[in-house]
Structures are given as C-alpha cells and as structure tokens.
C-alpha cells in the first residue's frame, strides 16, 4: 500500500522501493509567482484528500551551465510554477526520533535544484536517516536587492522550508530536535547564513559545509549597484514592481549578462568591493534584518557556538573553474605573477606553492592559489570564528579524471549521497570512482548526523584534518601547513 502521512497542511502519499518511503514534490509555501513573486514566501494552501507526492516539484528559473560545464554537472528541469516544494525520504513513516538532514544545494546561487539525481536521498534514509531536499529562489528571483521587496528572498525560501521541517517532519519519523542542515558550495555558503541568523536559531542542531564558507554576504550599498547594472541590460527600472511582468526567461537572459559582465571585468567601481571578492552577482545581503551582520561577525560573536560544524574543502576546488574550459592550459609564467601581483600576493607566497609542486605547470598553481583564496582559508577563517566551539574539518582529496578534473569542486558530492551510480554522477567522477571511498565518507556524514562526531578528532591546536583520498580516510595533522601559514 501507497504511504500516507499527514502534514499541517494536508495528507499527502508517497511511495516505498527497496524498503525506502519517498514523498515528493509537497509544497512548503505558495508558488512565487503574480502578485508573491518577490514576495516572502507564503504558506501553502490547504487542500483536502490524499495530495500524491510521488513526483519531483517544478525547478526554479536557472540559466543553466554553458558548455563543457555542462557536461559536467547535469541539471534537469521540471516545468511549472511551484518550485517551492520540499521531498521526504524516510526508513520509517511510523518511527520515532530518527536524525534528520536538510540538503541545501549549490550552483553559484544562480542555478541548482532539487531534481538533480545525485541529491536523492534512498542512500540516506537506508542507513537510518530522514534526508529532505528542497527547491528555493535563485539569482533575481531570490537574491536581488530590489528597493520594493524583501531582500534575501532565497534565504527566506531556505527558512520556510526549515520551519516546514520543524513543523512535519515528526510525521515522517523524524526527530525535529536533530536536524542537521548541509549543502555545497553556495548551499554551504548559505548554512554559513542560516548559522549567523538570529531568525534560524533553533531550526538546527548540527552543520555542515562543504566547499563553502562567509565567502557569500554583500553590502547593501554593493549589492545596490547590481541591481542597477540589471536595470541597464534590461532597459528599466528594476524593481519587484516593475519586474513583476518580465517573462523569467527574459530575467534570467538579463542575469546571465549581469553575471557574466562581472566576471570579464571585476571591477569594485561597477559592482562593489563585496561582489567582485564573492565573484557572483546575485547573493545574500547584509540587510540589518534577516542578516544583520557578515556571516563570519556573527560567528565571532557566538553565533550557533552549540551549533557542532562539520567542513572541509576538496583539495583542488579551483580546477573545476579554469581547467576544462582552457584557463589553466593558457595561463603562463608571466600571467601566473600578474595574477599574483594584481591580487597582493607576494612571491614568497608563490614560491612555498611551486616547492610544494615540482613540475606544476602555471595553470595548476593559479588553481592551487585561488583553491587557498577563495576556499580553503575562508573555511579555516570560519572554524578559526568559532573558537572552542565544536568544529571537525576534512578535505577530499580523490583524483577525477574526468576533463582532469583532479580533487575540484563539486566531485566530492556523490561520494557524500553514495551515488556513483546516479544519472550524471559520472560527469564528475567518471565511471571507475571507488565505491570503498563513497562508503566511507556517507557514513561519516551519517555519524554526524546522528552522534554529531564524524569519526575522527576535532579541529584544535593540533589541527587534525581528515582527509578521504584513493587509499580511504586517514587523519593528518596540518596538512600543506607551511601552505596555511605563509600568508
């Protein structure tokens, strides 16, 4: 028999395979669309019967990535207009206490969604856990600063579906006091959020980031100047108002242009000293509000100290960004120290990175470089943020080799979700990735959940690092630390 739970705004039915309930597709707040678009999010409305819940919920607006990016990671859409829609994998409909995990996906803020196979959560749910994935508000849509409407409106998405979790996940078998948020790259940027917001407090017990830090948080003034290079490429005022009447393929056609004129030219006079160090145009803001202060502030200040964290980064992040489309390939002696000189970073720096790699070309130091810049420091500042607080750190290290991909960004994913095997995992990982490995670090994650200890000792003097490469996990004590050091 199909499985039928009741949720505060009507019963819905799953259904079960391998022992698995899944509930897909329940909308935790009304369609953002007409006169909510870029409203907060609304509650749903009610319905009465069994509501089925057995396919994914439509896909936000996303522009999609450009080639070869996009064979790489694989991004299907569904269509409609209610995106914001929560999916349930549960062991048990009639258990009790089980940890749960929110997933919050990645994608620059600009795409990613909760239809993407890899993010399903069976594996989960068959080792004892009540996985969730949600679809929120991207780019425009979600993270605009517009004069007439609420900013942050994918972080507000973020919280409804927090609170929906709060509310129903009991009757999933979950335990609402055990709620661990994760998610990569901007998802791990937004736990990062969740964790300095006042407004979330409570809706979480653990945290973790993977590739992903305080790297996301414009100013408001900065933040203001997109907005204004939006109204340019469109021609007219931008605001909710007279944004309301866009088509979204015509908004996000106008947020590609935003986005890509930012990456040509990273200019502080354009777009604001904020948005040129994110490297991304439409991202949550420092409003006084929902996010009253930088994310990294607010963990100084205490913010989630009972809260333990789970992070790390993958050991080459950077490649994913400059080694398949020919960056790296092109990079030079010459244009490796203008990089470095334009950026402060002084020769001795790059001289500790050459040491570390005989033989590297330029293009593999560029990467090696940023991977530190843009991820790896921002993680260490953020546990450095935390104080005593609990925090244990890892590093993915396994190499990829697909486009020569190596350990970047994004490859750790399916070894977390244990799906190797999932539609376009292979894009990232090939077709010969240790399934050994996707064990091993699926279960630290799970421990997490459920302990809140992954396994391994925690992030303190001695600066234990678990790294998960070819060879499995193993602890090393700061690792590359003459690297961490030289700045």
Known sequence: MEPVVSTRHGRVSGTVEDGVARFLGIPYAAPPVGERRFRAPEPPAPWDGIRPATALGATPPA???????????????????????????????GGDGLPVMVWIYGGAFSNGNAAIPMYDGTPFARDGVVLVTFNYRL???????????????????QLAALEWVADNIAAFGGDPDRVTIFGESAGAMSVTSLMAMPRARGLFARTITQSGAAQAAAEPADAALVTEALAQVLGHEASAAALSGVDPDTLVAAQRQVSDALALKPD?????????????????????????????????????????????????????????????????EEGLAAFAAGRGIEPRVLEVYRANRPGASPGDLLAALVTDVYFRRPMLAM???????????YEFAWPSDRFDLGAAHAVDIPFVFDALQAKGASGLVGDSAPQSLAEEMHASWVRFATTGDP????????????????????????????ERAVW
Do not use: C, K
Request: glycine fraction near 10%; avoid cysteine.
């Open 383 to 393: 546990v450095a943020a935390r104080g005593s607080a609990p925090s244990w750190v």
């Open 268 to 332: 502080p006079a354009r777009f604001g000293p904020s948005i040129v160090a994110s490297s991304m145009a439409f991202i949550p803001v420092v409003d006084g509000d929902l996010l009253p202060e930088h994310p990294l502030r607010a963990l100084e200040a205490g913010a989630s100290q009972d809260v333990p964290l789970l992070t790390g980064t993958t050991t080459e992040e950077f490649r994913f960004f400059v080694v398949p489309v020919g960056l790296a390939a092109a990079m030079t």
């Open 63 to 93: 522009p999609g990535y450009r080639a070869p990016i996009d064979q790489i990671l694989y991004q299907p859409t569904v269509p409609g207009e209610d995106w914001l829609s929560v999916n349930v994998w549960t062991p048990d409909t």
């Open 139 to 157: 780019g425009v849509e979600g993270f605009a600063a517009l004069p007439d409407a609420p900013a942050n409106r994918g972080l507000l998405d």
């Open 455 to 482: 396994g391994w000792r925690s992030y303190d003097e001695r600066r234990t690092v678990r790294v998960f490469d070819a060879a499995g996990g193993r602890e090393v004590e700061d690792p590359r630390g003459d």
